[in-house]
């Protein structure tokens, strides 16, 4: 079956600590997006890239960095730099620019101590 | 800027009864404008979309949306709500500048009860 696929699914990290999440699809599509999510804030965008070796800053890129060197794949790593990385974060793609449909990932749940 | 706004926190209804979400949004030209369904600990799945033409969309699950220019509004509408219906709706909208991006709005956490 075509989808997304994040891993893994819970993590739990010291302080200080770098940490990448893991994104890949098998839809063929040519955008991918990582979103934070935090209660009652709704879905924040982090980076965005619409097509391989390339990537944009969303709005709130501090603290994060992505790669995108294949299609299926758009990791994001979480930095030390990052002041508050407890969250749940979602990978998303798109068929094609302006087509605008989202398909999610099932997510990642990061907790930081 | 653009913005979502969904007004409503979260709302408890009866099953059974008829269900209206609140969305009005904040863009300058015509809207790309969307409502996703969240369950817990999950991704969003697309419930329906409006990009032009009727203003009145149908969805899955037995939902729809009607989009109101001069309101600023796209609410989310369904009938007859059902148990498995529980769970957190985001509106969004996209827009297509540099790139195309999704903003969503904080989301609404539906309670439905017995």
């Known amino acids: 079956d075509g989808g997304i696929t994040q891993s893994p699914k819970y993590l739990f990290r010291k302080e200080g600590q770098n940490v990448t999440l893991s994104c890949e699809q098998n839809l063929n599509h040519d955008a991918m997006y990582w979103y934070r999510q935090d209660p009652g804030q709704g879905l924040r965008l982090i980076y965005y890239?619409?097509?391989?070796?390339?990537?944009q800053k969303g709005d709130i890129a501090e603290g994060y960095s992505v790669s995108r060197e294949k299609k299926e794949s758009f990791p994001l790593t979480v930095t030390s730099a990052q002041k508050n990385p407890t969250a749940f974060y979602l990978c998303?793609?798109?068929?094609?620019?302006?087509?605008?449909?989202?398909?999610f990932g099932e997510g990642s749940r990061l907790t930081v101590l | 800027a653009q913005s979502v706004t969904q007004p409503d926190i979260h709302i408890t209804v009866s099953e059974g009864a008829s269900l209206e979400l609140r969305c009005n949004y904040s863009?300058?030209?015509?809207?790309?404008l969307f409502w996703y369904v969240q369950s817990p600990g999950q991704g969003l799945q697309l419930l329906l979309k409006?990009?032009?033409?009727?203003?009145l969309v149908q969805g899955i699950k037995g939902f729809e949306a009607e989009f109101k220019r001069s309101q600023s509004s796209f609410n989310l509408r369904k009938p007859s709500v059902h148990w498995s219906d529980a769970a957190e709706y985001f509106c969004?909208?996209?827009?297509?500048?540099?790139?195309?991006?999704?903003?969503f709005g904080a989301g609404t956490r539906l309670f439905v009860k017995a």
């Open positions: 890239s619409q097509i391989v070796n390339d990537f």
């Open positions: 969004a909208v996209g827009q297509n500048t540099g790139g195309f991006k999704t903003i």
């Open positions: 409006y990009f032009s033409g009727d203003t």
């Open positions: 998303a793609s798109s068929g094609s620019p302006g087509a605008g449909e989202l398909f």
């Open positions: 863009y300058g030209a015509t809207p790309y």
